[in-house]
């Protein structure tokens, strides 16, 4: 069983940046992989990063060159560095763990970005 709790959400501005933060309740160099996934009011979940055991990380497209996957094992954290957020990322942002077998999730924390 892995328990994730996510922190860091908020109000920013166009432009602005922030930093997700999830911490994990087992040592994260065991889990296979872990990643940020969002979900916008009416819109499926989608993935925005993920990061293997091995450090290898993925990102989707629209999140390319601004936001930046890391783990941190002695902390057993996940983070995920926002930068020159946009309107369009206002979304739930969840925390997963994938142990192969099965995958984790977190209760989520809210990102607006709004003017």
């Known amino acids: 069983q892995v328990q994730l709790v996510e922190s860091g959400g908020g109000l920013v501005q166009p432009g602005g940046s922030l930093r997700l933060s999830c911490a994990a309740s087992?040592?994260?160099?065991?889990?296979?992989?872990m990643g940020w996934y969002r979900q916008a009011p009416g819109k499926q979940r989608e993935l925005v990063a993920t990061?293997?055991?091995?450090?290898?990380?993925n990102y989707a497209n629209s999140v390319k060159g601004r936001f930046t996957i890391s783990t941190d094992n002695g902390k057993n954290t996940l983070s995920l560095q926002m930068n020159n957020l946009k309107p369009e990322d206002t979304a739930v942002y969840y925390c997963?763990?994938?142990?192969?077998?099965?995958?984790?999730w977190g209760q989520g924390t809210q990102v607006t970005v709004s003017a």
């Open positions: 997963n763990a994938n142990t192969i077998l099965t995958n984790y």
């Open positions: 087992v040592e994260i160099s065991r889990i296979y992989a």
């Open positions: 990061i293997t055991r091995g450090d290898i990380t």
